[in-house]
């Protein structure tokens, strides 16, 4: 599998697994299914506008397939970077210099798809032996396509894992620095598995000072200080 190195915007490198031409073969098959349901069930209701005119029906028809034909394009804006297909193989789109994928990355990607998928396919191709595993579009948006199952792993020991739909406690951890938050990583990681309580206190006086928490909502020192470094990432990966 190959890996893909991203940039975050807070100058923090994570390493993924690229999606493969396998996994992305099999969600474009089941996203051409969905579309192929939804015209099946269009042309069994456009049965009931046969009795117009010729041109009447051209735009009944037109308009009836608008979702089929920018089915891609629409989900990927509002699944931030996932279809139907994408969020059933666990694969997203995202941008390679970390930062969010905008419209403009989305409609170009989506146009490439007349070269990437209805010229004998040779985006496939591509993915298949392109380092990054990128397709044509891919290519011109600076995108590539990841795999959620699996972080291959992580590069800086700042970040954490976490959960979908976390919620942060403490807002004011912005207020840390990605050093401050290494540190902190580092002396909590040691203090933790030595059973060093001591220290384990200092170092949540020195957090609540720097970040200026006035109120503790975790009593446990473990707890908060895990909690300061969840906090931490949270916002700054969504920056």
């Given at each position: ?8 915007t807070?100058?923090v490198?994570?390493n993924?697994?690229?999606a ?17 349901g939804?015209l099946?069930l ?8 046969e009795?117009?005119d010729?041109?009447?029906?051209i ?17 990927e ?5 996932q ?6 193989m ?5 941008k390679?210099?970390g ?7 989305y ?8 070269v990437?998928v209805?010229i ?20 011109a ?9 699996d972080?291959v ?6 970040l954490?894992?976490l959960?979908?739909g976390?919620?942060p406690t ?6 840390l620095?990605?050093?401050d ?11 933790r ?9 200092k ?5 609540m ?11 446990n020192?473990?707890e908060?200080?895990?909690t ?12």
């Amino acid at each position: 599998m190959a890996e893909i190195q991203i940039n975050t915007t807070q100058n923090v490198k994570i390493n993924y697994t690229a999606a493969g031409a396998g996994e992305r073969l099999l969600a474009y098959i089941i996203d051409v299914a969905i579309k192929w349901g939804y015209l099946i069930l269009v042309g069994n209701l456009f049965g009931a506008f046969e009795n117009m005119d010729e041109w009447s029906q051209i735009a009944i028809n037109s308009i009836l397939s608008l979702p089929a034909i920018f089915y891609t394009l629409v989900l990927e804006l509002l699944l931030g970077g996932q279809t139907l297909g994408k969020k059933a193989m666990k694969i997203r789109v995202v941008k390679i210099d970390g930062y969010q994928a905008t419209l403009t990355d989305y409609v170009v990607r989506w146009f490439f798809r007349i070269v990437d998928v209805y010229i004998f396919g040779i985006g496939f191709f591509f993915i298949a032996f392109t380092k990054q595993c990128q397709r044509i579009g891919d290519m011109a948006t600076g995108t590539s396509v990841i795999s959620l199952r699996d972080r291959v792993n992580i590069s800086h020991t700042i970040l954490e894992n976490l959960k979908e739909g976390f919620k942060p406690t403490y807002p004011t951890v912005i207020k840390l620095s990605d050093n401050d938050a290494r540190i902190i990583k580092e002396t909590f990681t040691n203090a933790r598995d030595a059973k060093d309580y001591p220290t384990l206190i200092k170092l949540r006086n020195k957090i609540m000072e720097v970040a200026e928490i006035k109120e503790r909502k975790h009593s446990n020192d473990i707890e908060f200080i895990d909690t300061i470094l969840k906090d931490y990432n949270y916002y700054t990966q969504a920056m």
